[in-house]
């Protein structure tokens, strides 16, 4: 009898053990700078609580389209790319294409495109390795900031580290902010089991989306949202991965192609916006996301010691010392290959667009409607002032220098500040990470460009 209780003992112990694993110093930068999304339920905090409030709203309003927003596209029409923006182009990015203009968007799909959800060609092999090595890092720390402000684990199961759970500690920040805003915390029926619920799951009613997805295949919002083609329902939705994505291409591009940058950042503008409409994500996600990407891009392209260098030991990834270095090799590779196929100068048939992206007043309203979604200021102490990106996160003048080498660092943060959109945002809190969701790329490279022309 005795042997009996020592073995269920044994047994009983063992399950409570959890399996806890470090963080990577590139998953801590970005728990850090997302944290202030966890303090908006503060007793202390009405303007969180307010900024929460409308997030919801907000969310409801684009995602139905009660909120009138001035997409590229009649509502409609946004909504069936919203579906085919769903699949995620990471071997090559040939779902940001288009940003690129008619001609040379062809060109660069007619050498990468996807023939199979797992079947794809690349351009070259130069850029194969710079999108793999980018996406990895960018996405891993999406993935780990969603489960940690979900349920404070790694991947729903796995603990974090006593320093990372120091971070909401410090912060005086809670998991699963969504649920306890919107009534619908993990564990109750229809939750998201490891918090921070998506919009499909909190919202009164979501709209049907049907149509045909990136492969030309019969879908709908609620097969990539709940399955059978992507179950988003045991995935908590802050901050977008989908965003995060969005912006690491588009940023990509851009500095590989700068006479489209300012067309590559409203491409993925649109692509962070889409997962609203597919209901997938709240407004603050969105928000969030592109400040990650962004953040972390500048990072890699000012070869930051902590960002480069990096073995994933995943297949298709090399480690890359010199991220800048590399990008602009491979720039020299992309211009020739786009200009070998449109057969003139890169910049000629960069201005060869008939789409969506020809109408440079509409980008940028488009573009400006997703800079804050007109959230409620949350730290009224950066509203009406302009935050000194120099001073604050000096690496952002990379954003801009790689793709505009005339300008120097102090020009290029000069611009990025004098650009800046509306602070005192729901992540503005005056933290070096924080300025960057004020960053206005769109803006500031066209700036950026008429400079780089003028030297």
Same mark, same amino acid.
């Given at each position: 009898m005795r042997g009996r209780i020592f073995f269920t003992a044994a047994v009983l112990c063992a399950t409570l053990v959890v399996r806890v694993e470090a963080q990577s110093k590139t998953d801590m930068a970005a728990l850090e700078g997302l944290v202030p999304t966890a303090t908006l339920l503060l007793d202390s905090n009405a303007n969180g609580k307010s900024a929460l409030g409308a997030n919801f709203a907000i969310t409801e309003g684009i995602h139905t389209g009660k909120i009138t927003q001035p997409t590229l596209l009649p509502f409609t029409e946004q909504q069936q790319l919203a579906l085919q923006d769903t699949f995620m182009t990471t071997g090559n990015l040939a779902g940001f294409a288009d940003g690129l203009g008619t001609t040379l968007g062809g060109a660069y799909v007619a050498r990468a495109h996807y023939s199979s959800r797992t079947d794809y060609t690349n351009l070259s092999a130069e850029l194969s390795g710079l999108i793999a090595y980018a996406h990895t890092t960018t996405s891993l720390n999406a993935n780990s900031a969603k489960f940690f402000f979900g349920n404070l684990t790694k991947d729903g199961t796995v603990g974090v580290s006593l320093q990372a759970k120091n971070i909401l500690r410090a912060a005086d920040g809670v998991t699963d902010i969504y649920g306890k805003a919107y009534h619908l915390e993990a564990g109750e029926p229809g939750a998201d089991p490891y918090g921070n619920s998506r919009p499909f799951q909190t919202l009164p009613e979501t709209m049907e989306i049907a149509g045909v997805d990136y492969f030309n295949i019969s879908s709908t919002n609620t097969l990539y949202n709940r399955g059978i083609m992507m179950d988003l329902t045991k995935s908590p939705s802050y901050p977008s991965g989908h965003t995060v994505f969005g912006y690491t291409a588009a940023v990509m591009l851009a500095v590989l192609v700068p006479d489209r940058y300012q067309q590559m950042i409203v491409r993925g503008a649109e692509y962070g916006n889409n997962r609203i409409l597919m209901g997938a994500h709240y407004a603050m996600d969105v928000v969030a996301g592109r400040t990650l990407a962004l953040y972390d891009m500048a990072k890699l392209l000012s070869n930051n010691q902590d960002y480069v260098g990096q073995d994933f030991k995943k297949p298709g990834v090399p480690v890359i010392d010199d991220f800048r270095a590399e990008v602009i090799t491979t720039r020299e590779v992309v211009t020739r290959l786009l200009q070998d196929a449109c057969g003139k100068p890169v910049a000629?048939? #960069?201005?060869?667009? $008939?789409?969506? &992206?020809? *109408?440079?007043?509409?980008?940028? +309203?488009?573009?400006?409607? /997703? =800079? !804050?979604?007109?959230?409620?200021?949350?730290?009224?102490?950066?509203?009406?002032?302009?935050?000194?990106?120099?001073?604050?996160?000096?690496?952002? #003048?990379?954003?801009? $220098?790689?793709? &505009?080498? *005339?300008?120097?660092?102090?020009? +290029?943060?000069?611009?990025? /500040? =004098? !650009?800046?959109?509306?602070?005192?945002?729901?992540?503005?809190?005056?933290?070096?990470?924080?300025?960057?969701?004020?960053?206005?790329?769109?803006? #500031?490279?066209?700036?950026a460009a008429e400079l780089n022309v003028q030297k």
């Open positions: 000629q048939c #960069a201005r060869e667009d $008939t789409g969506r &992206f020809n *109408n440079s007043a509409a980008d940028e +309203a488009f573009y400006a409607s /997703t =800079q !804050t979604y007109e959230l409620p200021v949350v730290y009224p102490q950066n509203a009406n002032k302009l935050e000194d990106v120099n001073a604050l996160a000096p690496e952002a #003048a990379s954003l801009l $220098t790689v793709a &505009f080498p *005339n300008l120097s660092p102090e020009q +290029a943060n000069h611009i990025l /500040t =004098q !650009t800046e959109g509306p602070g005192g945002g729901f992540l503005d809190n005056g933290s070096a990470f924080g300025v960057y969701s004020r960053l206005n790329l769109y803006a #500031a490279a066209g700036m």
